[in-house]
């Protein structure tokens, strides 16, 4: 079974610093890896999705990365700030979505202005 | 282009209570999965629909059902409610049915509180 892990729990870090957040999963067959954001009390909104043939996705100041050998993926935010306060979740899918995505618990971000 | 929307956003239910949750996808989305977030057990997969048609289930009692209308609209089922349901539930759509290779837009969640 799917587990994934997301290190650190949280974060906090001055405004306008670079950033990675990780991921590491322990299946080696997996299809698709996604990162959300979650502010409090919302649903989550999709940053960017790996496909399987994919190690890597950008989108604006995001750069996640996908390695399948060594079972993990990073989130790269540069120039960190204010708005990018959010948990931010990591999810995995086996080929086929049998078990949907297995979400990671998340790391709970803070940019402090 | 209207997002994914869920109701009702808040309930309050008691122990052995039934309650039924709904979902309308992006229009032109078939497959709407479902999500339970707990703090506890963070984010754990319920089911997911594609075309009327259950594809896939997470590991959960059967308690917990659901259904897609042929207008792609899906509604979840939670019968003989206890304590540990108390959850966000949590609706997300997607063009096709596999779960993994589309990017999937989640609603606002269903928060659900069982006394």
């Known amino acids: 079974k799917q587990e994934v892990t997301q290190i650190p729990a949280a974060l906090s870090v001055p405004e306008g610093e670079n950033l990675v957040l990780n991921c590491s999963f322990t299946?080696?067959?997996?299809?698709?890896l996604q990162w959300f954001r979650q502010d409090p009390g919302k649903g989550l909104t999709s940053l960017l999705l790996?496909?399987?043939?994919?190690r890597e996705q950008t989108s604006g100041r995001l750069n996640a990365s996908l390695d399948k050998s060594s079972g993990r993926s990073t989130l790269y935010i540069a120039a960190s700030q204010p708005g990018d306060s959010a948990t931010y979740l990591c999810?995995?899918?086996?080929?086929?979505?049998?078990?949907?995505?297995?979400f990671g618990k998340g790391t709970h971000l803070i940019i402090q202005p | 282009k209207a997002g994914v929307t869920q109701t009702p956003r808040y309930l309050i239910k008691t122990r052995g209570q039934q309650v039924t949750l709904s979902c309308s996808p992006i229009?032109?989305?078939?497959?709407v999965s479902w999500y339970q977030q707990t703090p506890g057990q963070g984010l754990q997969f319920l089911f997911e629909?594609?075309?009327?048609?259950?594809?896939n289930k997470g590991n959960f009692p059967g308690r917990f059902s659901g259904r897609q209308f042929s207008n792609s609209r899906s509604e979840m089922n939670v019968s003989t409610l206890e304590l540990g349901d108390s959850a966000l539930y949590l609706c997300?759509?997607?063009?096709?049915?596999?779960?993994?290779?589309?990017?999937?837009?989640f609603g606002a969640g269903s928060r659900l509180t069982v006394l």
């Open positions: 997300a759509s997607s063009f096709s049915g596999n779960s993994g290779a589309n990017v999937l837009t």
């Open positions: 299946d080696s067959a997996i299809y698709n």
């Open positions: 790996i496909q399987s043939s994919q």
């Open positions: 999810a995995g899918s086996l080929r086929g979505g049998a078990d949907g995505l297995t």
């Open positions: 229009s032109g989305h078939r497959s």
């Open positions: 629909y594609f075309s009327e048609t259950q594809r």
